[in-house]
C-alpha cells in the first residue's frame, strides 16, 4: 500500500536534547512538508521541499532543520533552539502537477 | 490579516441532515485555490475536496461539496447526509500562486459534532 509513515506516533523529550522526526513516503511524490499543529489551533508550515537536495523555509522555521537526501524522506530535527517544541506534527507530500497534499499520521512530541 | 477565517468553533448536526461549514479567504492573487480537510481524533489530516480559482463549477465529491463564492470570497463546506463518522475538526486550507511550493495556510477550524 502506498502512503506516508511517520515515527514513532507519541515521543518524549527532556528540554535542551534535539530530536529528529522520521518521514517516509512511497508514492513517488516530488514534493514534501512539515506542519506543525498546536492544541485547537490549525496547521503552520515549517520547512518544505520541492525536489532532493533542495528545500526552503515556512513560516515558521526557527528552531527547526531538514534535510532531503532521498524523494521518499523528508526527515526534521527539533533543535533545542525551539523555544516551544511540544506539539503535533505532520508531514505531508504532493504530487508534481496536482494540488492536493496527503498527509501521515503525525507524531506528538512532548518535550518536559 | 488572517487569510484563511473559519468562525464557527464549532457546531451540531442531526444525523442524515445537511451542515454548511464557512470559509473565507483573503488574497490578492489571482490564481489561488481552496481545501477542506477533515482531521478525525486519530490525528490524520484527510484530503475532501479542492476548488481551484479558475473553475468554473462548484467542486463536489460525494456527499462534499464546495460553495465557492468569489465576489464574496468565500468557500464553504457542505456536507450531506451527515453520519456519525463525520464527527472531526475540518480546517479550509488555501494555497497562492502558481509558485513557492504550493504551500498551505489552514484556517483554525470547525468542530463538528454529528448527534444520532
Known amino acids: 500500500d502506498g502512503g506516508i509513515t511517520q515515527s514513532p506516533k507519541y515521543l518524549f523529550r527532556k528540554e535542551g536534547q534535539n530530536v529528529t522526526l522520521s518521514c517516509e513516503q512511497n508514492?513517488?511524490?516530488?514534493?514534501m512538508y512539515w506542519y506543525r499543529q498546536d492544541p485547537g489551533q490549525g496547521l503552520r508550515l515549517i520547512y518544505y521541499?520541492?525536489?532532493?537536495?533542495?528545500?526552503q523555509k515556512g513560516d515558521i522555521a526557527e528552531g527547526y532543520s531538514v534535510s532531503r537526501e532521498k524523494k521518499e524522506s523528508f526527515p526534521l530535527t527539533v533543535t533545542s533552539a525551539q523555544k516551544n517544541p511540544t506539539a503535533f506534527y505532520l508531514c505531508?507530500?504532493?504530487?508534481?502537477?496536482?494540488?492536493?497534499?496527503?498527509f501521515g499520521p503525525g507524531t506528538r512530541l512532548t518535550v518536559t | 490579516a488572517q487569510k484563511i477565517t473559519q468562525t464557527q468553533p464549532g457546531m451540531f448536526v442531526q444525523e442524515k441532515e445537511a451542515v454548511t461549514l464557512d470559509c473565507t479567504y483573503d488574497t490578492s492573487d489571482p490564481s489561488y485555490g481552496l481545501f477542506w480537510y477533515k482531521q478525525p481524533s486519530s490525528g490524520e489530516m484527510i484530503f475532501l475536496i479542492y476548488q481551484g480559482s479558475y473553475d468554473q463549477q462548484n467542486a463536489t465529491e460525494g456527499r462534499y461539496s464546495l460553495n465557492f463564492q468569489k465576489a464574496r470570497k468565500s468557500a464553504n463546506l457542505v456536507i450531506s447526509a451527515s453520519q456519525l463518522g463525520d464527527s472531526a475538526m475540518y480546517f479550509c486550507a488555501m494555497r497562492e500562486g502558481d509558485t513557492a511550493g504550493n504551500k498551505l495556510t489552514f484556517g483554525g477550524g470547525t468542530r463538528v459534532l454529528v448527534k444520532p
Open positions: 521541499s520541492q525536489i532532493v537536495n533542495d528545500f
Open positions: 505531508a507530500s504532493r504530487r508534481w502537477g496536482s494540488y492536493e497534499q496527503y
Open positions: 508514492l513517488n511524490h516530488d514534493a
